[in-house]
């Protein structure tokens, strides 16, 4: 019989995307999503790529009797949670919205996933939880660090909400998937990133900037102890990032799992800094991005990537797409935007 997983937060960038790679591995999917941080684009663009509309659900994961209700009228095999409110620099503001957004929501999913008589549970997490790390590249055994923002302490506190749940009730079962930087979007440009207003992460900055939206990209710091004074990141492709989401549903659905709580890093395994990326980017799609260096931004790490052989090993999962051809999606994706 065919399985049904459930995308909370389905209608943004990561989870519209992990809603197609789903489909086309034969689940069944139910989207819910209260559409606060999105519009219907990335949905609409989701039934055009499988041809048809899936069941859509608007609300809120912080009322209980909806989440309730969702888990009554359907039969969820698997739960991945992505709805969350996710800029670092507003949790730092707002840090009382953040841990009620992204606290209760997932508590709710819990509830809900074992008064139906257990589920498992997929928690989207990040590599933030590592913070600054000792050692690169970060393996799931690397220390978590004290988070730096409410934004990474929901991350961390989510974990260990599911990781208690499972001690706590065998009828559930949970992964984490710690993503390292998600960037690009769908080879059709029919769903992709979509910022509210200025975008924080440095993707769409540049294309943003590229298509003329925006003036000048700021790169934050080049004075870094790096090869080129600028960040090292680890950024993954975003259909490659959900193909990951694909193999942890299988192997929890499957009873493949080694323990009842499983944390994988979901990288490429490969530093790339913030001026290879502009550099990249300029050459691939044969456009200029206007830039500058700026001070350094607060609460940025110098360096981090993922060792990801736990999960190419064990998910037999790999980061497969060059980050031109990622770099060429996110262009081809804004141009879709601008109508061109
Ligand atoms: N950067 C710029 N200019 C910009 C935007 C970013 O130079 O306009 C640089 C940053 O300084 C950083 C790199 O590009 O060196 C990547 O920045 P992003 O904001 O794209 O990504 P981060 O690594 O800061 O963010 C990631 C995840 C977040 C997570 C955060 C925690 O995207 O979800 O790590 O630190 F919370």
Redesign the pocket.
């Known amino acids: 019989m065919k399985k049904t997983v459930l995308v909370s937060g389905g209608a943004g960038f990561i989870g519209s995307h992990v809603t197609v790679e789903l489909v086309e591995a034969g689940y069944d999917v139910v989207v819910a999503d209260n559409m606060s941080n999105c519009d219907m684009t990335c949905f609409d663009g989701v039934t055009k790529i499988i041809g048809r509309r899936l069941p859509f659900i608007r609300m809120d994961f912080c009322d209980m009797e909806a989440v309730e209700r969702l888990f009554s009228d359907y039969q969820i095999d698997a739960v991945i949670h992505f709805a969350a409110f996710?800029a670092?620099g507003e949790s730092v503001a707002e840090p009382i919205l953040y841990y009620r957004n992204n606290l209760s929501s997932f508590l709710n999913v819990l509830e809900a996933a074992r008064s139906h008589g257990g589920c498992n549970v997929l928690f989207s997490s990040?590599?933030?939880v590592y913070g600054e790390p000792d050692e690169t590249p970060v393996t799931e055994r690397s220390p978590r660090q004290p988070a730096t923002s409410p934004?990474?302490n929901t991350k961390q506190m989510c974990e260990d909400f599911l990781r208690d749940a499972v001690k706590a009730y065998p009828e559930i079962k949970g992964i984490a998937l710690r993503y390292f930087?998600p960037i690009g979007a769908h080879p059709s440009a029919l769903i992709g990133e979509l910022p509210r207003g200025v975008p924080?992460?440095?993707?769409p900055?540049i294309t943003q900037t590229a298509i003329g939206k925006r003036e000048c990209?700021?790169?934050?710091?080049n004075d870094y102890p790096t090869p080129d004074g600028?960040?090292l990141?680890d950024y993954i492709d975003i259909v490659d990032l959900a193909k990951a989401h694909v193999c942890a549903v299988a192997r929890m659905l499957d009873g493949r799992m080694k323990e009842p709580y499983e944390i994988f890093n979901i990288g490429t395994g490969r530093p790339v800094s913030?001026l290879e990326l502009v550099n990249a980017f300029e050459k691939v799609n044969g456009v200029k991005v206007n830039h500058r260096f700026a001070p350094r931004?607060a609460?940025?790490?110098t360096a981090i990537w993922a060792d990801p052989s736990l999960a190419n090993r064990e998910l037999g999962w790999k980061a497969e797409r060059s980050v031109e051809d990622t770099l060429a999606a996110a262009w081809a994706w804004e141009k879709h935007l601008a109508g061109k």
């Open positions: 996710k670092v990040s590599a933030t934004y990474g930087n924080n992460n440095l993707v900055f990209l700021n790169i934050f710091g600028t960040c990141r913030v931004r609460g940025d790490v």
